[in-house]
């Protein structure tokens, strides 16, 4: 599923660095790791991978495959520039 998605983050203008597990403790957590130029732009992703035939098959694998036990959003922001 993660490799479903960091061509289509890149083709709607993201950039996506990654994802992430944990090398100790927890087994079940995992970050995708991802940035676009603006809240708007992302905002313009969410909406266009809804209508998008390749993000609703990723959609579809995951709830096929229930490689997705929940789901988390978090806005990050640099702390240093």
């Given at each position: 599923?993660?490799?479903?998605?960091?061509?289509l983050?890149?083709?709607?203008?993201?950039?996506?660095?990654?994802?992430?597990?944990?090398?100790?403790?927890?087994?079940?957590?995992?970050?995708?790791?991802?940035?676009?130029?603006?809240?708007?732009?992302?905002?313009?992703?969410?909406?266009?991978?809804?209508?998008?035939?390749?993000?609703?098959?990723?959609?579809?694998?995951?709830?096929?495959?229930?490689?997705?036990v929940?789901?988390?959003?978090?806005?990050?922001?640099?702390?240093?520039?």
């Amino acid at each position: 599923y993660g490799k479903l998605w960091i061509p289509l983050v890149e083709k709607f203008g993201g950039q996506h660095h990654g994802y992430f597990m944990p090398s100790e403790g927890a087994n079940n957590i995992a970050l995708a790791l991802f940035t676009f130029e603006s809240l708007a732009a992302y905002e313009r992703y969410r909406e266009a991978s809804m209508q998008d035939a390749d993000c609703q098959a990723a959609f579809r694998y995951a709830e096929e495959t229930g490689c997705i036990v929940s789901y988390e959003r978090s806005f990050f922001r640099p702390v240093f520039k």
